[in-house]
Every structure is written in structure tokens, then in C-alpha cells.
């Protein structure tokens, strides 16, 4: 069974660009995650999907991140503009579904640099 | 707010055991996670309580008191390749299955 995989694995950006992640979660999964992990700390829910309709997006800087999932299946996260602060990786994990299954399976990750 | 607090390091040798303690104060609670997770790597899912007692599964046990909010993570014959951060999760609704962390147990396991 192939794993979630994401896209690019590594970015460095200037602050005020902007940057897209990509992710394509394991095959049947309804739930689609992403999470901040700043260095040194655990990894930090920003956006929660049931399918293409987002759950919970309580902790997303929605003034600078949006994130979209078309289709229900594939995600995008992007960042427009950067700050220093958003330097971290940037993990997309998915699930069966939102609260029966035990487990969430996370992709490798992708890690900004913002200079 | 969610409050999940675990040691930011450890140290042990090879083939001893280690405890890994985690507290958790958090507006509701669906389970305990732990995962593990080497530098520069995802995080991959070791252990899952949701009832109080000891879930055991080969070298790694979980542990889990719901009413002292309280967890732990023992690694027993300790190996070289045990070296890595373990993070404590607790999942506070049944419905929406997010996940809170902790910062992470970064454990070095010497020869």
C-alpha cells in the first residue's frame, strides 16, 4: 500500500513570497490532515478535511495560509505571504476516517526555509 | 487550551529499559497516542490507549490512567535504532479525530 506522499520535500523562500505544498494521501482515505511542526515541537494542527469539506480550521492563520482539497483526494496548502515564523515542516497525514480508525499515517513532510 | 507536557530529553544504553512519562490536561479525551519519529522523518504510530491498564506489544508498552491524565511509554532492550523523538497525542473528540502533541522525548540510546 503506498504511503501519503507530498511534494516538494524541501522549499527556502524569501519572506513575502508565496509557496504551495501538495499532498496525496493513501488511497480511500476520507480524512486529510495538515500540521505544522516547528523545530524542536510537536506537530500542530492547522487543517482538518472529511473529504473535500474542511472540519476544523481553528488554528490556521487564515490571513496568510489557505488550503483547498478538490475532489476529495489530493490537498494544497499555501502560504502567501511568508513570514520568518513559518519556517518548519510542513506534514500531511490522512486517516480512514475521523474518528473510528486508531491511527493517522503522515506523509514525509515537506521543509520551509523563509530567509 | 490543550496542555500535553513530556520530557525534552533522555539518555540510556543499549538492551536497558526506559520510561517515557506524559501528562496531559485537555477539554475532552478519545485516546492516547504515541509515536516515534527520527530526525528528519514523519512521525510513525507506535501505540494507542483509550481504557486505563497497559497495552503491550513486543519491546514497547503504553500505559494510560485517565483520572491522573497520565501516560507512559517503556522501551524495553533498548537498540541503537530506538534513538528518536517520541511524541505523546491525545485525541479529544470521537468525531473529529485531531490530534494535540506534545513536544517530543528526544531519546539518544548509547552503545
Known amino acids: 500500500e503506498a504511503g501519503v506522499a507530498q511534494s516538494p520535500r524541501y522549499k527556502i523562500i524569501e519572506k513575502r513570497q508565496s509557496v504551495a505544498f501538495w499532498c496525496n494521501p493513501i488511497s480511500g482515505h476520507a480524512t486529510l490532515y495538515w500540521y505544522q511542526q516547528i523545530l524542536g515541537q510537536g506537530p500542530k494542527l492547522l487543517i482538518q478535511f472529511q473529504n473535500n469539506g474542511v472540519v476544523d480550521d481553528s488554528q490556521l492563520p487564515k490571513d496568510r495560509f489557505s488550503a483547498e482539497r478538490l475532489k476529495g483526494v489530493d490537498s494544497t496548502l499555501k502560504i502567501q505571504p511568508a513570514k520568518l515564523e513559518d519556517s518548519a515542516v510542513y506534514l500531511c497525514a490522512s486517516s480512514p476516517s475521523g474518528g473510528s480508525s486508531y491511527e493517522q499515517y503522515f506523509g514525509p513532510g515537506t521543509r520551509l526555509t523563509v530567509t | 487550551g490543550q496542555n500535553i507536557d513530556q520530557p525534552t530529553e533522555m539518555t540510556a544504553t543499549e538492551g536497558a529499559i526506559v520510561q517515557i512519562n506524559c501528562t496531559y490536561q485537555?477539554?475532552?479525551?478519545?485516546?492516547l497516542f504515541w509515536y516515534q519519529q527520527h530526525a528528519g522523518e514523519a512521525p510513525t504510530f507506535l501505540s494507542y490507549n483509550v481504557l486505563d491498564g497497559l497495552e503491550e506489544k513486543g519491546r514497547f508498552s503504553s500505559f494510560l490512567s485517565r483520572s491522573k491524565g497520565y501516560s507512559y511509554l517503556l522501551l524495553k532492550e533498548l537498540q541503537m535504532k530506538d534513538s528518536a523523538s517520541y511524541l505523546c497525542a491525545v485525541r479529544d473528540s470521537p468525531a473529529l479525530g485531531r490530534l494535540y502533541f506534545g513536544r517530543g522525548t528526544q531519546l539518544t540510546v548509547w552503545p
Open positions: 485537555t477539554s475532552g479525551f478519545n485516546g
